[in-house]
T-cell receptor, first 117, second 112 residues
Framework: GAVVSQHPSWVICKSGTSVKIECRSL??????MFWYRQFPKQSLMLMAT?????????EQGVEKDKFLINHASLTLSTLTVTSAHPEDSSFYIC?????????????FGPGTRLTVL | QKEVEQDPGPLSVPEGAIVSLNCTYS??????FMWYRQYSRKGPELLMY????GNKEDGRFTAQVDKSSKYISLFIRDSQPSDSATYLC????????????FGGGTRLMVKP
């Protein structure tokens, strides 16, 4: 149980284009989803927290107009990197948290590697 | 000073060894403690989830929490090369909603 998927697993795009990453909780309803980015050999950096049906809460220093988050349902959240630039190249990981019991903690997706040329 | 400190390693052990991974923290408000395993280029995988002080065992893994010392540990018995990964500790305060605070991760290498 508590499986989270991400799509795509990797993406290469040209500078200036937008990229959408999907995060899905497959076998539980995620009341809250989180988006992290991770640079090589570094720990996870929380970018934003989203609750279903409401606006995402962004961490300090994260541009909300650049990283658009939509938590459309209890099983799907999307992160759109708008007008991507090479410095946005990173490993983006989502996590999902359920209501109670064993899902009352964060379960992570497999990550999406974004490379911006 | 970071709220959660974790030795980055790398920690290199021979196959079959007992591995001890540790984190210290400074804020006594942390109540929930987790260990995640992350393979290279993959998302973290939840290994252990404990509440407050004490021990919890699951197969070859034992998580230990000592709140009085603000110290948590993960022990891996009979370590295998497939255990080679980065291990992240994470913790959550009681009234912090869903926010996790992560350690920086310890890279473990188990050599056959």
């Amino acid at each position: 149980g508590a499986v989270v998927s991400q799509h795509p697993s990797w993406v290469i795009c040209k500078s200036g284009t937008s990229v959408k990453i999907e995060c899905r909780s497959l076998d539980f309803q995620a009341t809250t989803m989180f988006w992290y980015r991770q640079f090589p050999k570094q720990s996870l950096m929380l970018m934003a927290t989203s609750n279903e049906g409401s606006k995402a809460t962004y961490e300090q220093g994260v541009e909300k107009d650049k990283f658009l988050i939509n938590h459309a349902s209890l099983t799907l959240s999307t992160l759109t990197v708008t007008s991507a630039h090479p410095e946005d190249s990173s490993f983006y990981i989502c996590s999902a948290k359920g209501l109670a019991g064993f899902t009352d903690t964060q379960y992570f997706g497999p990550g999406t590697r974004l490379t911006v040329l | 000073q970071k709220e959660v400190e974790q030795d980055p390693g790398p920690l290199s052990v021979p196959e079959g060894a007992i591995v001890s991974l540790n984190c210290t923290y400074s804020n006594s408000a942390f109540q929930y403690f987790m260990w995640y395993r992350q393979y290279s280029r993959k998302g973290p995988e939840l290994l252990m989830y404990t509440y407050s002080s004490g021990n919890k065992e699951d197969g070859r893994f034992t998580a230990q929490v000592d709140k009085s010392s603000k110290y948590i540990s993960l022990f891996i018995r009979d370590s295998q090369p497939s255990d080679s990964a980065t291990y992240l500790c994470a913790m959550r305060k009681n009234n912090a909603g869903n926010m996790l605070t992560f350690g920086g991760g310890t890279r473990l290498m188990v050599k056959p």
